[in-house]
T-cell receptor, first 116, second 112 residues
Framework: DAGITQSPRYKITETGRQVTLMCHQT?????MFWYRQDLGHGLRLIYY???????DKGEVPDGYVVSRSKTENFPLTLESATRSQTSVYFC???????????????FGPGTRLTVL | SQQGEEDPQALSIQEGENATMNCSYK?????LQWYRQNSGRGLVHLIL?????REKHSGRLRVTLDTSKKSSSLLITASRAADTASYFC????????????FGTGTSLTVIP
């Protein structure tokens, strides 16, 4: 089915471990985003990508790494997970427009990550 | 931070009543969007209003934007139990390119 999917939906890991969250979209949207959602903070942008092989930092990038070798995939890696990275992570995508911020973002269902 | 703030944080109303929630932001914007999030789900886009617009309608939704006060409101008329969700405003920032900021959300409960 078309859409944007995330995996895994739930993940429990331990401090110091590397974790990769996957995001896949079938629309061939140029832009993809990673957000984290925490109580009291709303959604905060971690990283975004304007196209394959083009990524840029958002508001809270520290401790995270992204890559985008293919348009449809945008994995997020926590190189050494910390408890403060316990959160719900959302991936989103949007079409490329001349003023991208006017475009609707389509969100995945989220990944709930717990770091013990 | 450009992050918007919604007010109130939580709102509980009876079915059929109108629900109003507000969003304030800090710096000049190009556009403001409202999203809805049902419990345990991702966000769904509701409506976009551009900085040169003052009011916009979509079905039972009415959005206003006052750029002089750096605020927006979302009105849901004739609410239904299915409108129970969290509502977020999202803004870009006029001079910071691709940053995109969400507020902290208003949790709306519509009682049948």
């Amino acid at each position: 089915d078309a859409g944007i999917t995330q995996s895994p939906r739930y993940k429990i890991t331990e401090t110091g471990r590397q974790v990769t969250l996957m995001c896949h979209q079938t629309w061939s949207h140029s832009y993809m985003f990673w957000y984290r959602q925490d109580l009291g903070h709303g959604l905060r942008l971690i990283y975004y990508s304007a196209a394959a092989d083009i990524t840029d930092k958002g508001e809270v990038p520290d401790g995270y790494v992204v890559s985008r070798s293919k348009t449809e995939n945008f994995p997020l890696t926590l190189e050494s997970a910390t408890r403060s990275q316990t959160s719900v992570y959302f991936c989103a995508s949007s079409e490329s427009l001349s003023t991208w911020s006017t475009d609707t973002q389509y969100f995945g269902p989220g990944t709930r990550l717990t770091v013990l | 931070s450009q992050q918007g703030e919604e007010d109130p944080q939580a709102l509980s109303i009876q079915e059929g009543e109108n629900a109003t929630m507000n969003c304030s932001y800090k710096t000049s914007i190009n556009n403001l969007q409202w999203y809805r999030q049902n419990s345990g789900r991702g966000l769904v886009h509701l409506i976009l209003i551009r900085s040169n617009e003052r009011e916009k309608h979509s079905g039972r939704l009415r959005v206003t934007l006052d750029t002089s006060k750096k605020s927006s409101s979302l009105l849901i008329t004739a609410s239904r139990a299915a409108d129970t969700a969290s509502y977020f405003c999202a803004t870009d920032a006029l001079h910071t390119g691709n940053q995109f900021y969400f507020g902290t959300g208003t949790s709306l409960t519509v009682i049948p």
